[in-house]
């Protein structure tokens, strides 16, 4: 009772806050900020988690009298932004249109890591800096450091490493492994069979699937008659649906199930209910995480704004690459070489706690996992960072 | 007035002002410039069997997609020509192997054959990927955007002035009798089958030289990615879009749709693409001939 | 587990034989290749979400809700889009041809207005996704319930086609068009039918799809293309060969993945589909329509 009281004076204060700033910062003209996105095509379905994060911030700054570009100074921002029609061709050309044609005065990054990886040459070419988000893939590392981060921890080979270790502390002995053949999941497959082998842990099953996959049967009751300890599930959404259904159909028993995406996303709890419950998924922050004291106002805000919880990789991710610009530009202005030298050193603070840069990774966000529980997605491992006990899953 | 002389020059022009692009220094018109070439080399190749024969293909990504693939695997054994040469070659290659059996598939099957087939081509590769270990690759120290413009624009010019010559041509004319009545033209004695074979083979070739131009240009493959049903999809609508039959038509069909999506999707991306969606159906409703048609009938009536 | 897969078999076989009944249906009467198929699929997954979370509505309602939209949507297509063109010989002929690319616009239409009017994100609710165990076989109340509809559907229409009067009507009018007309069948008629419940059952397959199905403006294209791949089986626009093929494919998948690997199921499929239009493009079992 207490809290939400003094939360709701917090807030109040804030509101009021902006008024004054705002009076007093009239002038600046807005701050042009632009981006790509995959509005149409192959991974429209992605774009909403991501733009709305873009959104919720831009509001935000603005509402707080603008963003704080150094030396005092307060400027308001908005969106330059084009639909790259999911297609890597175009956002180059989009990227360049948004750097030498609309003159924008910062970046924000584009959906998937195809996109990421096409840019990344045109943001060294013209030597402006990008914060990026939504990439996951062990290729980032090869990109030439210089003008683009990545601040995600799902990097595939700590994720197969630390997935191992999460799964041997909780007792895990055996387990089957399924994994779509998209990119990403495949990766973290490489890492994670080694890994498991490393930690005594025995595979009963192990198969790959199609993207388009539309029966499960034989791969789940195969895995079932030697009823592993875990299915680990190496899924892109439609499949992870696909698999809860199949899952709580053919009673699954593992006490640790894992899909890779899809969990986090609203749907998957709506769809499911309490067969969602208890679910392990991949992603590293959760509303409830204390040390983090900005992490469940995003998500109230969130909530409030879109009716629906932030996506607790894509809407987060994208949010803290915002954040870690802002902050960047509140200390070097907008100076691109300065921003570069700004984000490539410095430690920021964000909803997902410190992050900062060695080369074009985050190492100070560490890689972990998530569980369902309750409704509310709570971080299990590491234990560093873990706002739960890691559950077993006791039913669908 | 659209004498053989002035078509010629008109195009000569065309090219020429394309060839100029770079010169302007706006990095951002190179690109534009680069999807336009592009897309018109593309429209033109699948012309070439699409429009001319009336085997209408929905699986032209095949081409490209092999294309690109081909290229980022051989860019470890050797310099960028040499794999750019090998895209066009693994492309045509493909369309012999499966020309014969697919060209005797007729009408409604054929479309939906070609279509079929880019999918299981690239499922196949998919699977190949993942056997490899290789679920993705990059291209590092990729030629510079104006030596990738240049190759474009090449292609281009190429294949629309392959179409050109095969307009006027006893092979273009086969084709011709082909798409009029191919049993007729079988009984008069046209190679139908050799030339059909021709026609797919060199409508394959360049597609897949085009394929590995832009996966230099992204720098990343993902075979789900360069196989995407899209392309097949756009250069069908662009050809008919701009008019099926005349060399002008991808021409037209490209520069109306880049303009459009240049004005409309900055803000409206799902409406630009409605209005895609509408146009096509419109086109083919009421105006067979696309715009190159129409422009011919203003200029008759001028 | 044997029984386990039969079960999967079957179901997968039955939503293959309803999805794929309605764009034979299109086909055979209409000669047209209908590629927005699979959007209709979406819509009538939108309509069961809708109903559900903001009226509380049962999926169960929404099968009749669908239908009706669905076919007024049909009825809609066919009045501004296609009926003026079938009229005519001429352009009937140029728009079989290019049927395919007319839908695709349709198709491009539906899923970005979807997108727009409801926003891409996926959609999910809870509903009939309890476990029923007989005989072996474990099932959801979903897949319960798609196997009764599917069945009451596709053998209410071969009853239709067998022992009604409209229904040898449209067999003749997909048969021979013209020599229907001669003897005196209201082609237009049967082809506004046609087209109007060809869209209500992709509808309907949408509401069965969506209880367990993430819900999407895209989610509509992987019904298309198994629509295809049963229809070319079957052969085009041969009704009662569309349904058995639906079946057959449905065990071709679940067995096929079962005996060699699920790696290979796309493979499988797509291989089917190319291996079926190569050798046999009349359908698995006889004669397909002539193409007109």
Known sequence: ?396 | MTGKPFMIAAFAIVAGLMALVPQLGSEYWLGVAFIVAMWIALIQSWSLLSATTGYISLGHAVFYGIGAYVLVVSLDWMPVPYALALSGAAAGLLALVVGLPVLRVKGPYFVILTFGFAELVKNLVMLLETRLGQFSRMIFDAPSLEALYYAMLVLAVIATAIAAWTAQSRFGRGLAAIRENEVAAEAIGVPVTRLKLFAFVASAIIPGIVGGLLVLRTSYFAADQAFDPAVSFTIVTTAIVGGLGRVSGPLLGTLFLVILSELLWARFPQAYMMILGGLLIVFILFVPQGLAGLIRKGLGRA | MFQQLLFAAVVSGALYALVALGLNLVYGSLRLLNIAHGDLVMIGAYVAFWSFTLLGISPVVSLATTTVLCAAFGFLVYVVLLKRQLGSPALAQRLEANSLIIFYGLSVILQNGASLAFSATSRGYQFLDGVHSFGGVSATGSMLLLLGVAAAVTLGALAFLRFHVAGWSLLAVIERKDAAAVVGVNVERVQMISICAGFAIAGVAGVLVSMTQQITPFMGFPFTIAAFVVVIMGGLGNIAAGIAAGFVLGFIETFGVALTSATYRSILIYGIFVGVLLLRPQGLFGKAVQAR
């Open chain 1, 1 to 396: 009772m207490t809290f939400t009281i003094s939360r709701r004076t917090f807030l109040a204060a804030a509101a009021l806050a902006p008024v004054t700033t705002r009076l007093a910062m009239a002038a600046g003209a807005p701050l042009r900020i632009g981006y790509s996105m995959c509005l149409t095509g192959l991974f429209a379905q992605a774009a909403p988690s991501q733009v709305n994060a873009y959104e919720l911030w831009k509001d935000q700054v603005n509402a707080a009298g603008g963003l704080d570009i150094g030396d005092g100074q307060r400027r308001p921002v908005e969106f330059v932004s084009y639909d790259d029609q999911s297609n890597p061709a175009n956002a180059v050309r989009i990227y360049e249109k948004l750097i030498t044609q609309d003159k924008v005065d910062l970046l924000a990054a584009p959906w998937s890591t195809p996109i990421h990886l096409a840019i990344a040459p045109v943001l060294a070419r013209h030597k402006f800096p990008m914060v990026g988000n939504t990439a996951a893939s062990v290729k980032l590392r090869e990109v030439k450091p210089g003008y683009i981060w990545f601040p995600t921890a799902v990097i595939p080979d700590k994720v197969g490493e630390e997935l191992a270790a999460f799964m041997a502390r909780e007792n895990v002995k055996t387990a089957a492994v399924f994994a779509n053949v998209l990119p990403l999941a495949q990766e973290i497959k490489t890492y994670l069979l080694p890994a498991l082998e490393k930690n005594g842990i025995k595979l009963v099953a192990n198969e790959d699937f199609p993207p388009d996959i539309k029966d499960m049967t034989t791969l789940i009751s195969g895995a079932n008659q030697s009823s592993p300890d875990a299915f680990i599930v190496l899924s892109y959404p439609s499949d992870t649906f696909l698999f809860a259904t199949q899952a709580k159909q053919l009673n699954v028993k593992a006490p640790f199930v894992l899909s890779l995406i899809g969990p986090t996303i609203q749907a998957y709890q709506q769809a499911f209910g309490t067969g969602a419950n208890n679910m392990v998924t991949v992603g590293h922050w959760s509303p409830n995480q204390s040390k983090w004291p900005r992490a469940k106002p995003f998500f109230d805000a969130y909530l409030a704004k879109y009716k629906e919880a932030p996506d607790a990789l894509d809407s987060v991710l994208s949010f803290m690459s915002m954040e870690i610009l802002a902050q960047a530009v509140a200390t070097a202005g907008l100076d691109k070489e300065k921003l570069r030298e700004t984000i490539a050193s410095a430690t920021f603070d964000t909803i997902n706690g410190p992050v900062k840069f060695d080369g074009v990774q985050n190492t100070a966000t560490p890689t972990s996992f998530l569980q369902i529980q309750d409704g509310s997605l709570e971080l299990v491992w590491p234990e560093s960072i873990k706002t739960r006990d890691f559950r077993p899953k006791t039913g669908w």
